[in-house]
């Protein structure tokens, strides 16, 4: 599976944006596409996962109603939606699909995610 992320760009804070992923290859190989960010000299930080087929979510607690999952099969994308944007959101935002465990621990985990996009950099001004 191949993945390229795009829509980033400089936003205010309070403002919103939206990411998209791009998806092709043997989707067949995967179940889930998972959103990511990292900031300079931070770990990489789980946001949220969205099943490919049936379109269950989950959210980490740090973004549970302000980011939204949501995907389009027909087109192949998988996009986050960004709400109510603050400074610490700013980071480089990834794409990640695998096959991870519905279980918290399992996707949050960046090794449940085999195939990865590049990233997409969210700069947000205070």
């Known amino acids: 599976v191949q993945l390229q992320a795009s829509g980033g760009g400089l936003v205010q804070a309070g403002g919103s944006l939206r990411l998209s992923c791009a998806v092709s290859g043997r989707t067949s190989n995967m179940d889930t596409v998972a959103w990511f960010r990292q900031a300079p000299a931070e770990a990489r930080e789980f946001l949220a996962a969205i099943k490919w087929n049936g379109g269950i979510k989950y959210y980490a607690d740090s973004v549970r109603g302000r980011f939204f999952a949501s995907r389009d099969n027909a087109k192949n994308t998988v996009s986050l939606q960004l709400n109510s944007l603050k400074s610490e959101d700013t980071a480089a935002y990834y794409c990640?699909?695998?096959?991870?465990?519905?279980?918290?621990?399992?996707?949050?985990?960046?090794?449940?995610?085999?195939?990865w996009g590049q990233g997409t950099q969210v700069t947000v001004s205070s």
């Open positions: 990640a699909a695998g096959t991870p465990v519905w279980l918290q621990a399992d996707l949050s985990r960046t090794t449940s995610y085999p195939s």
